[in-house]
């Protein structure tokens, strides 16, 4: 494929991905984050169960595998997304939610050695360590101190990072254990959205009673989330692995945070603080010091999910 093809493939997936945040906070005020995430997952379960159908793809892989990916689903889309959602309706600017979760390749870089059973190089936990100081740098700034609300809003996103990290050690468990391929991604993705709206029933039946406010705008909103961001940004990733490495393409998150404040501004008005950018400076530090010494034989892309 042409480089120009290419540049465009990873600025799609880029602008796709990192719109799940705006798209999401343009929906929160016609559902809570529960319900919300209910809805979108439950959609989508069902169009991805019409397509197995019709393609003739759909079957059970046994209870084992099955829940292996469930388990990752519920983590890496449901919880992930959760903590995302309720920052986020705690008015967090989506910028500042997506800089503190753009630490998960970090934190999975830093413990995969305990999967692999190989020692973690010291750049690793030093990058790592430096990522969170910058994060620190801008919560520092932004939390209002005097409301418990703020506080909680501003330190739930690392719930996302934990939950999306754990996911992906376990896939790479996984993967490293099996000797046969694993699901086709369609078929995984199946069971890890249907997982996460089943999660999500619970708490979006005890919370928030499923009160949703099904105007056209909303509708607008969960199309462009199942569509474009959970299908086609998911399939843009995946086009874009077979033609570059999986490092350049795990790379490519990392232009989450800056990407996200400036959609934000454009669209909320949202202002980029100075701290913001110093304590994003300090984030790219830590991923520059955690991967200069890793080539693209060291580093994959492991389960991340929108």
């Avoid at 019409?50 to 099955?66: E, Q, S, T």
């Avoid at 997982?195 to 509708?219: D, K």
């Avoid at 945070?257 to 909320?268: C, K, N, R, S």
Wanted: glycine share 8%.
């Amino acid at each position: 494929m042409r480089i120009q093809h290419l540049v465009l493939l990873a600025a799609a997936f880029v602008l796709l991905w990192n719109s799940g945040f705006i798209g999401a906070d343009y929906g929160l005020p016609y559902a809570g984050p529960f319900t919300l995430l209910f809805w979108r997952y439950l959609a989508l379960s069902l169009l991805l169960l019409l397509y197995l159908g019709i393609r003739k793809r759909l079957f059970w892989p046994g209870w084992r595998i099955a829940s292996q990916q469930m388990l990752v689903g519920a983590l890496a889309h449901g919880v992930w997304l959760a903590c995302v959602l309720i920052a986020l309706d705690h008015d967090v600017p989506a910028g500042i939610v997506a800089l503190v979760v753009a630490l998960q390749p970090l934190a999975t870089g830093a413990f995969s050695g305990r999967v692999t059973g190989e020692k973690t190089d010291l750049t690793r936990w030093i990058g790592l360590i430096i990522g969170f100081l910058g994060v620190g740098v801008t919560l520092a700034f932004r939390i209002n101190y005097q409301s418990a609300a703020s506080v909680f809003g501003h330190l739930v996103p690392l719930g996302s990072v934990i939950a999306i990290t754990v996911a992906s050690l376990i896939q790479r468990r996984v993967n490293l254990k099996q000797s046969a391929p694993g699901l086709p991604l369609d078929l995984s993705l199946f069971y890890q959205s249907a997982a996460t709206a089943l999660v999500l029933i619970l708490p979006a039946w005890l919370v928030e009673h499923f009160a949703t406010n099904a105007q056209a705008e909303f509708i607008y909103v969960m199309t462009w989330l199942i569509i474009a961001v959970s299908l086609g940004a998911y399939a843009l990733m995946w086009k874009l692995l077979k033609y570059i490495d999986a490092a350049s393409v795990a790379s490519l998150f990392y232009l989450g945070p800056p990407v996200t404040m400036i959609m934000a501004w454009l669209a909320f008005g949202d202002i980029i603080e100075m701290t913001d950018v110093v304590g994003l400076a300090i984030v790219f530090l830590g991923i520059f010091i955690t991967y200069r010494r890793f080539n693209a034989g060291h580093t994959r892309l492991d389960g991340q999910a929108r």
